[in-house]
């Protein structure tokens, strides 16, 4: 990917920083933030750095809203990383941690934020279960999902299964452990592929040498961490929301895990 440039909303996108890929018969995907004006023009519709993969022939705009490419475009975060709690928006693909409000006859309305429209998620919507078999999920049960579909019209739909494939990926209800509140753009990092190289970061990788624990991130800026003990789901939550709030680099995240595994 290209170095970024920053975009306002209106402004024309010019040709030159279009992306050129090797293979000419793809076509070009416009990602969150663009809006195509006929017959050629490209607008962004939100301030944010533009991003470009010549590789797939994208481009989109990307900031710290929560909207993300589907695809899971490896990207930095061009907003300072202190930012925690601004507008998440419901995209399809997205996962989720999800807490569950109440249910109805064949829904359960789960909060992805403390201010916005609660999502359903149908009590069939697991791998494998029947009426007779579905979970029996109570308020304040949390639930890792993925948004099926998302409109500015209706209220989100979550499933706890890929939708490819129908299995449930380790999507379902979140027993034990915590919930910690991170950025958008650190969510978006840690479900990165590469979390060093493309995302920068490396606190999960150093405390895995120390600590046996598992994670769930949502892309609603929620994270999950459950380990051994509180004293250990506390320092691993408290690492990465440190990271985040700081914008530390790799050493400065080093010393930090260092500094909080000593205090165990």
Request: glycine fraction near 8%.
């Amino acid at each position: 990917m290209s170095a970024k440039i920053l975009v306002l909303p209106g402004e024309e996108i010019s040709t030159d920083a279009l992306p050129k890929p090797s293979n000419t018969s793809i076509h070009l995907k416009l990602g969150p933030g663009l809006r195509h004006v006929p017959p050629s023009t490209i607008t962004p519709t939100v301030a944010g750095s533009l991003c470009v993969d010549h590789k797939r022939n994208a481009i989109w705009v990307e900031n710290n809203n929560g909207r993300v490419c589907a695809s899971k475009l490896p990207v930095f975060e061009l907003t300072s990383a202190n930012i925690l709690f601004l507008k998440y928006i419901p995209q399809a693909n997205d996962v989720v941690v999800a807490t569950v409000h109440h249910s109805s006859t064949d829904f359960y309305h789960c909060a992805l934020t403390p201010y916005t429209t609660f999502a359903q998620l149908p009590q069939l919507a697991f791998e494998g279960v029947t009426k007779k078999t579905r979970p029996q999920l109570i308020s304040g049960s949390l639930i890792y999902a993925r948004v099926l579909s998302a409109s500015k019209y209706l209220d989100p739909e979550i499933v706890c299964y890929n939708p490819s494939t129908g299995k449930s990926d380790g999507m379902g209800e979140l027993k034990g452990g915590m919930v910690f509140d991170i950025s958008l753009g650190m969510a978006r990092r840690l479900l990165m592929s590469k979390q060093k190289e493309e995302g920068g970061l490396l606190v999960l990788e150093e405390i895995a040498e120390k600590i046996p624990f598992e994670v769930a991130v949502g892309r609603n800026g929620r994270l999950w961490v459950n380990s051994g003990g509180v004293k250990e789901t506390l320092l691993i939550g408290r690492a990465l929301q440190e990271t985040d709030t700081n914008g530390l680099a790799l050493e400065e995240q080093r010393k930090l895990v260092r500094k909080l595994l000593k205090g165990l």
